[in-house]
Nanobody, 117 residues
Framework: QVQLVESGGGLVQPGGSLRLSCKAS????????MAWYRQAPGQPRDLVAA???????NYADSVKGRFTIFRNNAKNPVSLQMNSLKPEDTAVYYC???????????WGQGTQVTVSS
């Protein structure tokens, strides 16, 4: 079983930046999609950004132009650069990797991002 561990969260002032990383306990083969989700208190878990194995990206409207998702290496397969952070970006951010052959859906435990002055 693959374990995903997010890091890079923390407290930042509005307008600041953070870079989230997702580390995998071992290489994941046949990755279909890698994504970041977030969940604020009392809210559903929503997609923030995703990148397919082919390199296509998809962003939530609320983060377009501010966040960038990156594909990296096997041990750190995906990261999220977050710029111009706003208080409404405050949430727990989760790394998600879906693989094919076999089909698996991996989730990390989440990292807290708090944007506040």
């Amino acid at each position: 079983q693959v374990q995903l561990v997010e890091s890079g969260g923390g407290l930042v002032q509005p307008g600041g930046s953070l870079r989230l990383s997702c580390k995998a306990s071992r290489s994941i083969f046949s990755i279909a999609v890698m994504a970041w989700y977030r969940q604020a208190p009392g809210q559903p878990r929503d997609l923030v950004a995703a990148v397919t194995s082919g390199g296509s990206t998809n962003y939530a409207d609320s983060v377009k132009g501010r966040f960038t998702i990156f594909r990296n290496n096997a041990k750190n397969p995906v990261s999220l650069q977050m710029n111009s952070l706003k208080p409404e970006d405050t949430a727990v951010y989760y790394c998600n990797i879906k693989s094919r052959a076999p089909e698996n859906d991996y989730w990390g435990q989440g990292t807290q991002v708090t944007v506040s002055s």
